[in-house]
T-cell receptor, first 115, second 116 residues
Framework: AQSVTQPDIHITVSEGASLELRCNYS??????LFWYVQSPGQGLQLLLK??????LVQGIKGFEAEFKRSQSSFNLRKPSVHWSDAAEYFC?????????????FGGGTRLMVKP | GAVVSQHPSRVICKSGTSVKIECRSL??????MFWYRQFPKQSLMLMAT?????????EQGVEKDKFLINHASLTLSTLTVTSAHPEDSSFYIC????????????FGPGTRLTVL
């Protein structure tokens, strides 16, 4: 069974500082990988996704993520955080062999940004 | 493109009533829609997967008679919480996916259900 772990429940960074949110997955082969962001009381917005190819993926809002097969990781990064980036971030994996492409979500990381 | 809407955004009801939540893909046809439940400060848990024109597939532990799902068209899926109780209070989020397995799920804004 696939699973996702986001080790950090809360992270606080200063505005303008760099950010890295960790995501580790468990799956027998290369899964589909996603990062979503959720503002309070809102649905989820897709930041970026990885299916195959280049392991460094660029997303919206200046985010990027790198797939590292050897570490079973898909960490999200941003070089300079803005106050508007404060939100909940979810990493998710999808099974390429599942006809429904069900997503399994990590527990989420809440990002707080200090002025 | 790829906008998904949900209606209502917020609903408060009395215990014992049934509540219907609609999920619509506004600018694409969704062959598959998913329903998730999210408790406060927790992650999303998949409840069921529905394909247009067929019965929904429910995840283990989700009562299909309690949470009725209808995917009547390629742009609309409904979740009906029957005989709602306070423990059903939660944030319900739907997502929609276009045809292929490699495509992405696009999420609706969610529906906050409060059962008194």
């Amino acid at each position: 069974a696939q699973s996702v772990t986001q080790p950090d429940i809360h992270i606080t960074v200063s505005e303008g500082a760099s950010l890295e949110l960790r995501c580790n997955y468990s799956y027998g082969a290369t899964p589909y990988l996603f990062w979503y962001v959720q503002s309070p009381g809102q649905g989820l917005q897709l930041l970026l996704k990885y299916f195959s190819g280049d392991t460094l993926v660029q997303g919206i809002k200046g985010f990027e993520a790198e797939f590292k097969r050897s570490q079973s990781s898909f960490n999200l990064r941003k070089p300079s955080v803005h106050w508007s980036d404060a939100a909940e971030y979810f990493c998710a994996v999808g099974n390429p062999n599942n006809a429904g492409n069900m997503l399994t979500f990590g527990g989420g990381t809440r990002l707080m940004v200090k002025p | 493109g790829a906008v998904v809407s949900q209606h209502p955004s917020r609903v408060i009801c009395k215990s014992g009533t049934s509540v219907k939540i609609e999920c619509r893909s506004l600018d694409f046809q969704a062959t598959t829609m998913f329903w998730y439940r999210q408790f406060p400060k927790q992650s999303l848990m998949l409840m069921a997967t529905s394909n247009e024109g067929s019965k929904a597939t429910y995840e283990q532990g989700v009562e299909k008679d309690k949470f009725l799902i209808n995917h009547a068209s390629l742009t609309l899926s409904t979740l009906t919480v029957t005989s709602a109780h306070p423990e059903d209070s939660s944030f319900y989020i739907c997502s929609a996916r276009r045809g292929t397995n490699t495509d992405t799920q696009y999420f609706g804004p969610g529906t906050r259900l409060t059962v008194l």
